[in-house]
């Protein structure tokens, strides 16, 4: 072919919908920190519509540990010179501006050759646009790209320098505009890659019924001490769980018309929210990985994280209906009070544990505001104001063991 694809992260989102669905072996690049080593191998897991995964291990060109161009392994380094690249991206925010001088580098060293860059994050940010502001001298063509968010760690399958995600097979990949290069148009033909004109329609539409009824999924299963989204009994799945799940997940429905209402161009989403919802009801992922922002030392993004795809969508729907969600939700937001209180849950509690955190009252007033802002027409007053009290009282109770510790 007369293009190359090189994809920075290997993340479960990269691996599982970007790579699984890669245009030839893509030469795979990882931030210097990785633990990943060169030689490992990539495997995706793809469950079907009972949940039984088929297993198969991704074709790579070569795998990077690089920060710079010059510390690319040959494959990846020869591929800067193809005729057309594709560029892919699936790390965080953060990740975005620590490797902004590396893609620029990239399009620098392409000398004006056709490059595509799909930027494939959930959360675009003031990092994402000083990205595109730079790489516009040399004509890269940056779209953003969008994905439904059900891909998981499959720690089963990873051993023996293998690193694996399991994905379900509605697993969907959005990109932004229309493949209107060689390499968009291979990608065009892949079942699964999607191009729209609307692509912050479809983003908002993913964050508020993939990522959000994830995250809730999550608390409601750290509330009751699972590991898993589903649980399993000598290999079987417990039936009164799922069907507990099943009738929880058609509150997705009163979330339709609200999106209707937000994504006017997207005339499928009562379908859209079904097919979701039956992909939830079987799909399965790690309750630390989900709750991965919730740390007691920076509340914050955990915080930014649940207003943009839970606290939004449930306000949106209390105005719409006199003022109350629906009592599935309630126990969401129940559910977050009590992980919130409870620090062992947290996942940086083992830092916590060592009594090697600092802490501030002051910082805590910020936190527990913020909290306030976000309960706000969600719940009745009295009841975020119990809610925000209690969580007060935990971080104070929290704060005095971390002085006890250190005296």
């Given at each position: 072919?007369?293009?190359?694809?090189?994809?920075?992260?290997?993340?479960?989102?990269?691996?599982?919908?970007?790579?699984?669905?890669?245009?030839?072996?893509?030469?795979?690049?990882?931030?210097?920190?990785?633990?990943?080593?060169?030689?490992?191998?990539?495997?995706?897991?793809?469950?079907?519509?009972?949940?039984?995964?088929?297993?198969?291990?991704?074709?790579?060109?070569?795998?990077?540990?690089?920060?710079?161009?010059?510390?690319?392994?040959?494959?990846?380094?020869?591929?800067?010179?193809?005729?057309?690249?594709?560029?892919?991206?699936?790390?965080?925010?953060?990740?975005?501006?620590?490797?902004?001088?590396?893609l620029v580098a990239i399009a620098r060293e392409r000398d004006d050759k056709?490059?595509?860059?799909?930027?494939?994050?959930?959360?675009?940010?003031?990092?994402?646009?000083?990205?595109?502001?730079?790489?516009?001298?040399?004509?890269?063509?940056?779209?953003?790209?969008?994905?439904?968010?059900?891909?998981?760690?499959?720690?089963?399958?990873?051993?023996?320098?293998?690193?694996?995600?399991?994905?379900?097979?509605?697993?969907?990949?959005?990109?932004?505009?229309?493949?209107?290069?060689?390499?968009?148009?291979?990608?065009?033909?892949?079942?699964?890659?999607?191009?729209?004109?609307?692509?912050?329609?479809?983003?908002?539409?993913?964050?508020?019924?993939?990522?959000?009824?994830?995250?809730?999924?999550?608390?409601?299963?750290?509330?009751?001490?699972?590991?898993?989204?589903?649980?399993?009994?000598?290999?079987?799945?417990?039936?009164?769980?799922?069907?507990?799940?099943?009738?929880?997940?058609?509150?997705?429905?009163?979330?339709?018309?609200?999106?209707?209402?937000?994504?006017?161009?997207?005339?499928?989403?009562?379908?859209?929210?079904?097919?979701?919802?039956?992909?939830?009801?079987?799909?399965?992922?790690?309750?630390?990985?989900?709750?991965?922002?919730?740390?007691?030392?920076?509340?914050g993004p955990f915080f930014s994280e649940f207003e943009r795809s839970v606290a939004e969508p449930c306000r949106l729907l209390a105005?719409?209906?006199?003022?109350?969600?629906?009592?599935?939700?309630?126990?969401?937001?129940?559910?977050?009070?009590?992980?919130?209180?409870?620090?062992?849950?947290?996942?940086?509690?083992?830092?916590?544990?060592?009594?090697?955190?600092?802490?501030?009252?002051?910082?805590?007033?910020?936190?527990?505001?913020?909290?306030?802002?976000?309960?706000?027409?969600?719940?009745?007053?009295?009841?975020?104001?119990?809610?925000?009290?209690?969580?007060?009282?935990?971080?104070?109770?929290?704060?005095?063991?971390?002085?006890?510790?250190?005296?």
């Amino acid at each position: 072919m007369s293009f190359e694809h090189i994809h920075l992260g290997a993340g479960k989102d990269g691996l599982g919908t970007i790579l699984e669905r890669s245009i030839g072996p893509a030469h795979v690049v990882v931030w210097k920190g990785s633990r990943l080593s060169k030689t490992t191998k990539f495997v995706c897991c793809t469950c079907d519509a009972h949940g039984t995964p088929k297993e198969r291990e991704l074709e790579t060109g070569s795998l990077s540990i690089a920060e710079a161009i010059d510390r690319l392994e040959p494959e990846a380094r020869a591929a800067l010179c193809a005729p057309e690249l594709l560029l892919t991206t699936a790390i965080t925010p953060d990740g975005i501006a620590a490797q902004s001088d590396f893609l620029v580098a990239i399009a620098r060293e392409r000398d004006d050759k056709p490059t595509v860059l799909v930027v494939c994050e959930e959360e675009i940010g003031d990092a994402h646009a000083n990205l595109r502001e730079r790489l516009k001298p040399f004509n890269v063509d940056v779209r953003r790209g969008v994905v439904n968010r059900l891909s998981a760690v499959e720690r089963s399958a990873t051993h023996n320098g293998r690193r694996a995600v399991r994905v379900d097979e509605r697993v969907q990949w959005l990109i932004e505009g229309v493949p209107d290069a060689p390499c968009l148009h291979a990608l065009d033909e892949i079942p699964g890659v999607d191009f729209t004109e609307h692509i912050e329609q479809h983003a908002l539409r993913i964050r508020w019924l993939g990522a959000g009824m994830v995250l809730q999924l999550g608390l409601l299963a750290a509330e009751r001490k699972q590991p898993h989204l589903r649980l399993h009994e000598q290999g079987l799945r417990l039936e009164e769980i799922e069907q507990e799940r099943k009738r929880w997940l058609d509150v997705m429905a009163a979330f339709v018309p609200i999106i209707e209402a937000r994504c006017p161009a997207l005339t499928d989403t009562p379908d859209f929210a079904l097919q979701q919802a039956v992909a939830l009801i079987r799909h399965d992922d790690d309750v630390l990985a989900i709750l991965r922002n919730l740390k007691r030392a920076s509340l914050g993004p955990f915080f930014s994280e649940f207003e943009r795809s839970v606290a939004e969508p449930c306000r949106l729907l209390a105005e719409s209906c006199g003022g109350r969600i629906p009592p599935e939700l309630e126990r969401v937001f129940a559910a977050l009070d009590i992980v919130l209180c409870d620090i062992a849950r947290y996942s940086d509690h083992r830092v916590y544990a060592d009594g090697d955190m600092h802490l501030s009252a002051s910082a805590d007033v910020v936190i527990l505001e913020r909290y306030r802002e976000m309960l706000t027409g969600i719940l009745p007053l009295h009841i975020s104001e119990d809610r925000v009290h209690s969580l007060g009282q935990a971080f104070d109770e929290h704060r005095s063991w971390i002085e006890s510790t250190d005296l």
